[in-house]
């Protein structure tokens, strides 16, 4: 794959993932709002040091719902399109003989994995919930679970490739993914917990704001993996066509 194949699948991957945003945008907008906002009114009604004359709102809530949400959630998708898209042009021809359509979806079904495993451990909280002091602490193994998890995935595959000759394909496969789910529940049992629920936060709430973002995250993955197969698809198609046509073109100029 050369460098001209290899850029326009970027431009690509960063639309898929500005489109794929739009779509994650929705869902966060009507899904993940309601619940940060009732969230922020059940912090504000059990705040005994909150005041209502000193404290200046640098960026109104109003904003940080809309341009500050829709900012986000774009920049993160453009850029993490990006990175998917570099990932593919690695991953094309060396997992398997699967197309572009097929590889984007499984680079997307890894992505949302790679998420997956940190939050299943240290899930996301709205506003009220999670302790101040902690929050270092809590980044830290979040971030130290998703390195896990990727460094895990790729120790599956790898295993899975190399018995696959013995095994088979499926066999190997199961294999491999038995191990990687034992792996991360032996990670889970020796990674500390938090459990930072203040008394009379809604718990109800607290799992639809989580199921919300990691709505955020389904749609995001799975609008990326097929705009992007699509999109590599025919590109990949038509750099086998040039090929193909170089290729008939040389004996005939010789």
Known sequence: MNSVTIRNLLVRGMLAGLAAGVLALVIAYFLGEPRVDAAIAFEEAHSHSH????????????????????????????????????????????????????????????????????????????????????????????????????????GATILGRRLAPKLGNWYATVAGGTAFVVAVGIAYAFLPAYDNVPHGFPGTLLWQFRLSTLAVQLVLWTGFGLIFGHLAERVVATRAEEAGTTAEAAPVAT
């Open 51 to 154: 005041s209502h004359g000193d404290e200046v709102e640098v960026v109104s809530r109003g904003m940080q719902s809309t341009a500050g949400l829709a900012t986000g959630v774009l920049v993160y998708g453009v850029a993490l399109g990006g990175i998917a898209a570099l990932v593919f042009c690695f991953a094309l021809g060396r997992i398997g003989r699967f197309g572009a359509r097929a590889t984007a979806v499984l680079v997307s079904g890894a992505a949302l994995l790679v998420y997956l495993v940190p939050f299943l451990k240290y899930p996301a909280n709205p506003p009220a919930v999670g302790d101040p002091d902690t929050i270092g602490q809590r980044t830290a193994l979040y971030f130290l679970m998703m390195l896990l998890g990727i460094l895990l995935a790729v």
